[in-house]
């Protein structure tokens, strides 16, 4: 052996150890080799943007039931006491329940699955039942079972819908015995449960929702009202779900305001997912159209969005509604302002989002239109 221990190795050799090399260190007599420090990369701060879900495909599958046992009791003086074998466990329920704790689907699973059962036992002791799993649901949620049929309307606090049933428990072998079978070697299995599928969908997703054409600036003006944190970028469709903030006036009444994805021509024949998109439309009790001012022929964009709402049918193109113009800070907005407002026979407010102006007078029209409708239903209550 060259070197015996690891004193000796340092001993003749003196290693010229860097800042990015670890010192060697010694383990009983051995030497360890020397490794590379890998360098501690900073984690980024930015938060992910909190998507909104109003719509949820899911399968519900009851909790199977626990099986039956079969036993014999035996004593110290009686080796043949009879069956004993318990019973087993009733499988657990899913059920959904309205809760003003949450506010969207996102919580939701796609496969939602109940406890099983626990078997029964021998000295007749049956299988403990499982516990129902209960997930929580906005209040208004609407459930559609696979055919498209309404099966449940959860429009209060509390309310429950049992989405699939779990399994009974198996019975055991004491449960077969008769007065001539006294000694049955029979039990049942526990059935499995229920395994269903549905479509959750939020009867009422927002009071405001923001319409516009893709990078009008929907995305900066909900940050710019509210605390929420969508992502905001120069480029078109940033948005390709809802985002949702809430705004809170002086009286303490909240309003809730949505960022929905942006249309595109022909969106009502579901282009650019444009069906997907206006259904989000149809949950809003206000529609706000932010139309980009520097953009060529604003104007223009405002007949293309109405005339998508008409196409999609149903009341949304009666929807109460507010129409602003946004980016006046750009050269361009302002000079098309004038010629956008006398286009339109409604009434324009300019706004700049990125710099804050005229926001406090947009909010205050809001409060008024939403105080004057907040009681009509909407086009998706009148379906249910």
């Keep these: 052996m060259l070197f015996s221990t690891g004193k000796s190795f340092l001993a003749r050799f003196s290693l010229d150890i860097s800042r990015n090399v670890k010192p060697i260190g010694l383990i009983a007599n051995y030497c360890q080799v020397a490794s590379a420090l890998r360098p501690k990369k900073a984690k980024s701060t930015r938060k992910e943007a909190q998507y ?60 939602l699955k109940a406890e099983e059962g626990e078997p ?11 516990k129902h799993y209960v997930i929580k649901v906005p209040i208004g949620t609407v459930i559609r079972n696979a055919q498209g ?13 049992v989405a699939a049933r779990g399994g009974a428990g198996g019975k055991g072998n004491r449960f077969f015995t008769t007065d001539k079978e006294t000694s ?13 599928s549905y479509t959750l969908e939020l009867r009422s997703m927002a009071d405001v929702g923001l319409i516009g054409y893709p990078n009008a600036g929907k995305s900066t003006l909900l940050n710019a009202l509210t605390r929420a944190k969508p992502k905001v970028a120069p480029y078109a469709f940033t948005t390709l779900r809802p985002h949702l903030g809430t705004v809170q006036y002086d009286d303490h009444v909240q309003l809730t305001i949505a960022d929905l994805p942006g249309l595109v021509p022909d969106a009502h024949r579901n282009k650019g997912l444009g069906i997907q998109f206006l259904k989000h439309a149809e949950r809003c009790t206000l529609l706000l159209f932010v139309l980009d001012a520097s953009a060529p022929e604003p104007w223009a964009h405002y007949e293309q969005l109405m005339h998508e709402l008409r196409q999609f049918g149903g009341r949304l193109a009666s929807r109460p509604q507010l129409v602003v113009a946004n980016k006046l800070d750009v050269e361009e907005g302002q000079s098309n302002f004038e010629e956008l407002q006398r286009r339109l026979q409604n009434p324009v407010l300019g706004i700049s989002a990125k710099m804050g102006h005229n926001l406090g007078q947009l909010l205050n029209s809001i409060r008024k239109v939403y105080d004057r409708h907040k009681d009509q239903p909407k086009e998706s209550e009148a379906s249910v």
């Design 149 to 161: 049929q309404i099966v449940g309307d959860l429009g209060q606090a509390n309310l429950m819908f």
């Design 52 to 111: 909104f879900s109003d719509s949820k495909r899911i399968r519900a599958v009851g909790g199977k039931g626990g099986d039956g046992c079969v036993s014999f009791l035996q004593l110290w003086c009686n080796e043949r006491a009879g069956p004993d074998g318990g019973d087993g466990g009733h499988g657990g329920h899913v059920v959904f329940q309205a809760s003003n704790d949450v506010r969207n689907f996102n919580h939701v699973g796609s496969i």
């Design 184 to 196: 049955p070697k029979v039990s049942e299995y526990g059935p499995r449960g229920e395994d269903l």
């Design 120 to 130: 029964g036992s021998s000295k007749d002791c049956h299988g403990k039942n499982a």
